[in-house]
């Protein structure tokens, strides 16, 4: 039986608060965030599985960019049947990687599995993809550097390859926004985060992670190449994206 995951209390106490850093104790209590933080994000990550079952070919390799404790990676894992896949983990943070080593490790993988530390404001590669995943990622990407990774993703795709792209996004109109992050807060709310806890956490994101529109992340995916393009889910401000090679 897997151990009881820590429960979050990154930011729980009052005073000055730093940048949000995907470190060592964020790591540890990464899973429990996730899951009280982000809205619908099992059947986030059920519809992404799915949809990587539909695009994987046999001998292919599928990404993780943002892979942090490798919860996509295990699921894909379960769901995906053709022979010769590899799974590849990326991510900026070696505390994040330690963490996916542990827990895919002391899983039974059908797949073999690589994990690459990757800071994306400096590149990346990928190759023989038949599916790459970015699953709440690209907003912590500084923009002036995300059309080049997602060109990137799109070159390292084969032909038919799908992009499985999930974001925080944000609204022209200053009504929808309001609303949106109002009934968000409420969820958060609801999973057990304090005012004090909240607040805390979106003066650590303010500089760190920066949503575009929707209509603007599916501009950037035309732009370096992707012709099908389509949102498979939508909650307020949450955003699931597939674009097609």
Not at 158 to 173: F, M, P, Q, R
Not at 179 to 190: G, S, V
Not at 212 to 217: T, V
Request: net charge negative; hydrophobic share 40%; proline share 2%.
């Amino acid at each position: 039986m897997s151990k009881k995951t820590p429960q979050d209390k990154v930011f729980e106490t009052d005073g000055n608060v730093s940048d949000f850093k995907f470190n060592e104790e964020v790591a540890d209590v990464f899973d429990d965030m996730v899951s009280r933080s982000v809205p619908f994000y099992e059947e986030m990550q059920r519809m992404t599985c799915e949809l990587a079952a539909d695009f994987v070919t046999p001998e292919s390799n599928i990404y993780d960019i943002g892979c942090a404790t490798g919860t996509t990676l295990l699921r894909i894992d379960a769901a995906i049947r053709e022979p010769g896949v590899t799974l590849i983990g990326i991510d900026n943070s070696e505390d994040m990687l330690d963490k996916a080593r542990r827990k895919l490790g002391e899983a039974e993988l059908t797949c073999a599995f690589d994990l690459k530390l990757c800071d994306l404001h400096k590149g990346l590669e990928a190759k023989n993809a038949s599916v790459i995943t970015m699953l709440l990622t690209l907003q912590f990407i500084r923009p002036l550097y995300r059309e080049r990774i997602v060109q990137r993703i799109y070159d390292g795709l084969n032909a038919d390859g799908c992009l499985i792209l999930i974001e925080k996004v944000t609204s022209e109109d200053t009504l929808f926004n309001r609303l949106f992050i109002q009934h968000y807060y409420e969820f958060k709310r609801r999973n057990g985060y304090s005012e004090t806890e909240i607040a805390n956490k979106r003066e650590a994101l303010e500089n760190v992670l920066i949503p575009y529109r929707m209509d603007e992340n599916m501009q950037l995916l035309h732009r370096v190449g992707f012709s099908q393009i389509e949102a498979f889910f939508r909650w307020y401000n949450f955003c699931g994206m597939i674009a097609v090679k």
